[in-house]
């Protein structure tokens, strides 16, 4: 039930194929994918033509964490590349509910990013459209940050949001979180609520001299983390 999604951002770029492969081989479950455009963050990442290079190389899904503003002129192109999932920010949308139709017309799976400012209500009035929760536990734009500790609180106020809509609806959506999550807070972060962990800097720092048996260990270690919660 519990999803790890590496985040390439930390990965070896001259390599990223090869990245991909070996980190699903150790036993990840999605490619977190980070896009930044210089505008709606600081830092400038990755487009379309990456997501299609390495869409060949796994089965796994993409999970594909747009950091751009304007949002709906790009989603077409990474659902043409081959992501499956997409989120964003709701701060650089200026129709909400629309961009989230837009993904779901291109056949992703659709959901709502929120940093650590940014208040739940943008939930108020979508829950029935949303398949994923996204909270940042830092703020968007750089990996190897630290875990904001604050966003405990947020992820359990969005747990209780979640697990009510089911109870009406039937549906469950997934609480995602992202940035400075390690083996060492992985439990904490679980029990709060989150069922999907992105980690950069945790799983790929452990393996950039092209060791893949150390992405094993990482992974089996928040696994082993998350199986005490
Ligand atoms: C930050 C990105 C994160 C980042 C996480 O803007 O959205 O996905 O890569 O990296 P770590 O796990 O190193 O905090
Ligand atoms: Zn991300």
Not at 136 to 142: E, K, Q, R
Not at 200 to 216: L, T
Request: glycine content about 8%; hydrophobic content about 45%; aromatic content about 6%.
């Amino acid at each position: 039930m519990y999803v790890i999604a590496p985040s390439i951002l930390s990965a070896d770029f001259a390599r990223l194929g090869e990245e991909v492969v070996n980190v699903i081989a150790a036993g990840a479950d999605w490619i977190h994918f980070d896009v930044m455009d210089n505008h709606y963050v600081p830092n400038l990442t990755i487009g379309p033509l990456v997501c299609q290079a390495i869409r060949p190389l796994t089965q796994a899904p993409i999970d594909v964490h747009l950091m751009v503003r304007p949002v709906d002129r790009i989603v077409p192109d990474f659902a043409r590349a081959g992501a499956n999932i997409i989120t964003f920010h709701p701060e650089a949308s200026e129709h909400i509910d629309r961009t989230l139709a837009l993904i779901h017309e291109n056949g992703c799976q659709a959901g709502l990013v929120f940093n650590p400012a940014t208040p739940l209500h943008y939930l108020d009035h979508v829950m029935d459209k949303l398949d994923i929760i996204l909270l940042m536990s830092v703020n968007p734009g750089f990996g190897g940050q630290q875990f904001i500790a604050s966003t405990l609180t947020k992820l359990q106020a969005a747990r209780a949001r979640i697990d009510a809509y089911q109870r009406d609806s039937g549906r469950r959506i997934r609480l995602e979180v992202d940035g400075g999550v390690k083996a060492d807070n992985i439990a904490e972060i679980a029990r709060a609520g989150a069922d999907a962990f992105v980690a950069g800097s945790a799983v790929f720092s452990a393996g950039n001299d092209g060791d893949a048996n150390r992405y094993d260990t990482v992974i089996g270690a928040l696994r082993a983390r998350l199986k005490e919660v």
